[in-house]
């Protein structure tokens, strides 16, 4: 066994330490260090000026979870080989390999209709030929093709590692104290019972808390209104350099692989395509809005400009759709005050629904394991905070304009 041993230190959990030659190999694999160049939370900085973390600092918090949770596991009498904990920490490790520059707000704009899980895995496969074959196992535990099922929920489930890594560390970087979870609790907890991963009856608490937390963080954080306002405006900024390319404006190359994505790209992932991706990150992106906040059109000039200086769109949050009368009289007024068409206004006053699915109670269950030994779901479990409510989405419409 190879000695060599490192400890990070993280501002979350203090160290956390790899010590096996693989997880070594994937650490210093340049499609995982380009996670350093991706920020975890796209633009929510905007809002809450501390959420400056990437996702290579959330990709190490969850591998730091995972080590924890298979310790515990096995001090249980759990079975897992030695060969299957590193594969298991290598699923974590390279979960959100596959994100893209400001990750869920540019998902599905860039790489039209790929999901970055979809890219992890590519990218995981690419990985597995440079480490020739090493990475087999850790491909199967996250696609759930290994037979022990407890190790894919750890990677990705309603109580999955990574869940408990981004609520822990984005409540921690936005100093939203709402996002707090006991996920050393709710680690402890944690039981593997015909050969499902379940939660002992005493960490129902914990269990409630942590979905509480992850209802208040989307709504005051990840859907935050000036957040989603930041995120569309990105989105429209991609919308409008695409309508220009296609009435043949020569003027918006940015000398940045995102060139490539919107002048090339055919819609097939290839292994160059990978490889073109792999070398995409925010930086490329903001370069690109920075350069394009010069350009002679006045729908991009005013979007980009408006993005880098922090003169975002407001935003009117309702729970039921706005009006189309409305909008309309938005888009007019954005067209006279800009002195643009009503087609071009419509880049600035836009509506849309956001939604929130707290718990999928179809695919995906929470169960608990009682001491008797029989298995309650989350949600069928009689309890005020919890109820039925839990499982119905939330939705929530919304109106952007100047």
């Known amino acids: 066994m190879n000695e060599k041993r490192k400890i990070i230190n993280d501002p979350v959990y203090g160290f956390i330490t790899i010590n096996h030659p693989l997880l070594f190999q994937i650490i210093a694999h340049p499609y995982y260090q380009r996670l350093r160049r991706i920020h975890q939370m796209a633009?929510?900085?905007?809002?809450?000026?501390?959420?400056?973390?990437?996702?290579?600092?959330?990709?190490?918090?969850?591998?730091?979870?995972?080590c924890n949770a298979l310790n515990e596991l096995k001090a249980k009498g759990v079975n897992i080989t030695e060969e299957e904990n590193i594969a298991a920490k290598a699923a974590i490790l390279l979960h959100d390999v596959g994100h893209g520059p400001f990750s869920h707000a540019l998902e599905n704009q860039l790489l039209k209709g790929v999901h970055h899980e979809e890219l992890s895995l590519q990218i995981m496969y690419?990985?597995?030929?440079?480490?020739?074959?090493?990475?087999?196992?850790?491909?199967?535990?996250?696609?759930?093709?290994?037979?022990?099922?407890?190790?894919?929920?750890?990677?990705?489930?309603?109580?999955?590692?990574?869940?408990?890594?981004?609520?822990?560390?984005?409540?921690?970087?936005?100093?939203?104290?709402?996002?707090?979870?006991?996920?050393?609790?709710?680690?402890?907890?944690?039981?593997?019972h015909n050969g499902e991963l379940m939660v002992e009856e005493k960490g129902i608490y914990s269990i409630e808390k942590f979905l509480v937390a992850r209802r208040q963080m989307y709504w005051q954080v990840y859907l935050h209104k000036t957040v989603l306002a930041a995120e569309k405006m990105l989105v429209n900024i991609l919308k409008r350099v695409r309508y220009l390319i296609e009435k043949g404006d020569n003027n918006l190359q940015t000398g940045t692989t995102v060139d490539y994505f919107?002048?090339?790209?055919?819609?097939?992932?290839?292994?160059?395509?990978?490889?073109?991706?792999?070398?995409?990150?925010?930086?490329?992106?903001?370069?690109?809005?920075k350069k394009w906040s010069h350009h002679s059109d006045k729908v991009l000039n005013e979007l980009c400009n408006r993005l880098l200086n922090r003169k975002l769109l407001k935003v009117k949050i309702q729970s039921d759709e706005f009006d189309a009368a409305f909008l309309q009289q938005k888009?007019?007024?954005?067209?006279?005050?800009?002195?643009?068409?009503?087609?071009?206004?419509?880049?600035f006053a836009f509506s849309?629904?956001?939604?929130?699915?707290?718990?999928?109670?179809?695919?995906?269950?929470?169960?608990?394991?009682?001491?008797?030994g029989t298995v309650k779901s989350i949600s069928a479990i009689d309890d005020a905070l919890i109820h039925q409510t839990i499982s119905s989405p939330v939705k929530k419409f919304y109106i952007c304009s100047l």
């Open 43 to 66: 633009l929510a900085y905007l809002v809450y000026p501390g959420a400056v973390h990437t996702r290579l600092h959330h990709s190490l918090g969850a591998y730091h979870l995972m």
């Open 352 to 372: 849309g629904e956001a939604v929130n699915t707290l718990y999928k109670t179809e695919d995906e269950k929470i169960n608990i394991l009682f001491k008797d």
């Open 262 to 289: 919107l002048h090339d790209f055919k819609g097939t992932i290839t292994k160059e395509v990978l490889q073109r991706f792999c070398a995409l990150d925010d930086i490329d992106f903001s370069f690109a809005v």
């Open 331 to 347: 888009i007019k007024e954005t067209a006279t005050q800009l002195n643009i068409t009503e087609e071009e206004a419509s880049y």
């Open 126 to 192: 690419a990985m597995n030929e440079d480490l020739n074959g090493a990475l087999t196992m850790a491909i199967d535990i996250f696609t759930d093709k290994h037979p022990k099922k407890f190790l894919h929920q750890l990677v990705s489930g309603q109580l999955d590692v990574d869940r408990m890594d981004y609520l822990t560390r984005d409540s921690f970087f936005t100093g939203v104290s709402e996002g707090v979870i006991g996920y050393d609790r709710i680690l402890k907890m944690l039981v593997v």
